[in-house]
């Protein structure tokens, strides 16, 4: 039981970080758009990363080496573009984007891609589950890697499925144009971010 204390203490550590997975999963919630698939993708998603990461850690640390991270980060670099490019796009029309919003439900295979995309394309998701899980429960015996894997994925159910639904809950006060251009802006702003941090990181 300790173990799984501590992999859920040690999971929800690192998942807590805000990242594009977490502000995709926030921004799915408000648009009350495919909250649950979203949630159980990300999810299961992590469940497997961290098992991975338990069980096949000396495998992984001798092949994914740095030739693969950096196509890793160009391919996430590209798919961030694009995703703000989208964005952008919301600013030029303004009725056009008021229905997106409010009326029109994304197609949910495009979601599911989309969730694929901001959780498999990006590096750092790899350094936390697979990684840093993985090289730190190493030495446990196998049990206490099961029940440390067991507690970590509770950590990511939990958290994902708070953060969808309560966005879900609070988007009845995001219901006019001005506050989706504000949340709008603030990914923009922060997916811009992240492409400069990850060229630097390249560098």
């Known amino acids: 039981m300790n173990f799984i204390v501590l992999g859920f203490l040690t999971g929800l550590s690192l998942i807590l970080a805000i990242g594009a997975q977490n502000i995709f999963v926030i921004e799915q919630g408000l648009k009350k758009q495919h909250v649950f698939l979203v949630s159980i993708v990300c999810s299961i998603s992590d469940f497997i990363l961290i098992f991975l990461g338990i069980f096949l850690f000396h495998y992984f640390n001798q092949f994914f080496n740095t030739t693969i991270e950096f196509i890793l980060n160009i391919l996430l670099l590209v798919f961030l573009s694009h995703f703000i490019y989208k964005k952008v796009k919301d600013f030029k029309h303004e009725e056009n984007f008021i229905i997106r919003k409010k009326n029109t439900k994304e197609n949910a295979i495009n979601v599911f891609l989309k969730t694929l995309g901001f959780t ?4 750092h998701v790899y350094s936390d589950t697979v990684f840093f899980l993985g090289n730190f429960s190493k030495n446990f015996l196998l049990l ?3 029940y440390f894997g067991i507690g970590a994925t509770i950590s990511s159910f ?3 499925f708070s953060i969808a639904y309560l966005s879900k809950y609070l988007s009845k006060y995001s219901k006019n144009k001005k506050i989706w251009k504000a949340i709008n802006s603030f990914i923009i ?4 971010f992240l492409i400069f941090y990850i060229l630097k990181e390249m560098t």
Do not use: A, V
């Open 189 to 192: 702003t922060f997916m811009g």
């Open 120 to 123: 498999y394309l990006n590096p």
């Open 144 to 146: 206490e890697k099961i």
């Open 158 to 160: 939990i958290f994902f």
